[in-house]
């Protein structure tokens, strides 16, 4: 009987790969009209005089911290690898870029070239965003019609609560908690720290906030730690537009009031990069120093943990066992007010 072959394409943002590449790279992510939602010729303008403008300040600082380069490939490919010998035959697993190489256009020839059966999209992106996971989409869509790709798609459009992604996250959080005791003495406030978004994006229908507090309830109920003191925060904002909150640096402040120590999980993150590595490990650290929070410890991602690769793969199943006609979704999981889900656009 012949196997079936089945595609999984695995999205992330990207970064780049060299300190020449930081400049083009924050271009092409600014120039999404899922980022900045204006018509073309300002979001030509405005991409670069930002890209300029960060490529030599905070981006760039940042990036140096790291040697010049992102590690988001490395560890998204060692994610793919390890979701890939998970799967078995019949699976093949394809990394997809969305602002640096590999990026879509290359990967659809790469998938022709496999021939597979059928194909499996899914994001890195545990809570479904118009700026993350329908920008993905939208471009993989593009460069498969324009190589006249025509294999039957399933779409993973989010999986906030999905059990893997869950007990990965209790399992790296209970260990952090534990050794924060240990090593301050004491038990500290759990921070949940989101990527933020503009308001004006929920406020048109972006389910992502919605995802991200409910899965850090269900994270934070499935720890269960007695009195666990938790809250939930959005970090990296940009720009002048009024964000979703509290920041982290409120948060930060406010634990620094409350007399609290920190230990922060990036749970809309599922694998080390800038964000993690630097902003909350380096600048959020020092900014909780200076004031005067006892303790500031990080959770890691869930990255490769086991569990979490297996939910992945839990997920992929599951949609390819679906059924085989295009565009098939997994279960609709934010409310029907919520109208940019993906269900409503793919």
């Known amino acids: 009987m012949k196997t079936i072959k089945t595609a999984v394409i695995l999205f992330n943002l990207g970064g780049p790969d060299k300190a020449e590449n930081i400049r083009p790279f924050l271009i092409n992510f600014f120039m999404d009209k899922n980022i ?107 460069a ?74 269900k994270i934070a109920a499935a720890c269960e730690i007695e009195n666990l003191d938790w809250s939930i925060c959005y970090q990296s904002r940009v720009g002048p537009l009024k964000w979703i909150g509290p920041s982290t640096e409120e948060a930060l402040k406010t634990a620094a009031k409350d007399k609290s120590g920190v230990l922060i999980y990036p749970h809309a993150f599922v694998n080390e990069h800038v964000e993690t590595l630097v902003e909350i490990e380096e600048e959020y650290r020092h900014l909780a120093s200076e004031i005067g929070i006892r303790g500031f410890e990080r959770v890691p991602t869930v990255s490769c943990h086991p569990l979490f690769i297996q939910g992945l793969a839990d997920l992929v199943i599951e949609q390819k066992n679906a059924g085989k006609f295009p565009n098939n979704h997994n279960k609709r999981i934010c409310p029907i007010t919520y109208n940019k889900c993906c269900h409503n656009e793919f």
């Not at 699976?91 to 070239?113: C, G, I, L, S, T």
């Not at 924060?180 to 929920?202: D, V």
Request: hydrophobic content about 45%.
């Open 36 to 142: 900045i939602r204006a018509p073309f010729p300002i979001r030509f303008f405005v991409s670069r005089l930002i890209a300029y403008r960060r490529s030599k300040k905070e981006a760039g600082a940042s990036y140096a911290a790291l040697g010049g380069k992102s590690p988001l490939l490395e560890n998204t490919q060692a994610q793919a690898a390890a979701l890939e010998a998970k799967l078995g035959e019949g699976f093949k697993v394809f990394v997809v870029m969305r602002y640096w190489h590999p990026m879509a256009a290359q990967v659809v020839r790469d998938v022709e070239n496999y021939a597979p059966d059928q194909i499996v999209l899914l994001p890195l992106y545990p809570q479904y965003s118009t700026t993350t996971t329908r920008s993905s989409f939208q471009d993989w869509f593009k």
């Open 144 to 217: 498969a019609s324009k190589a006249k790709l025509d294999i039957p798609t399933q779409i993973i459009c989010c999986y906030p609560f999905n059990t893997g992604f869950i007990k990965a996250s209790v399992s790296n959080i209970q260990a952090a908690y534990a050794a924060f005791i240990k090593k301050h003495g004491f038990a500290p406030r759990l921070l949940f720290s989101a990527h933020g978004l503009p308001e004006k994006i929920i406020e048109d229908g972006d389910s992502y906030q919605w995802a991200c507090e409910e899965s850090a309830a």
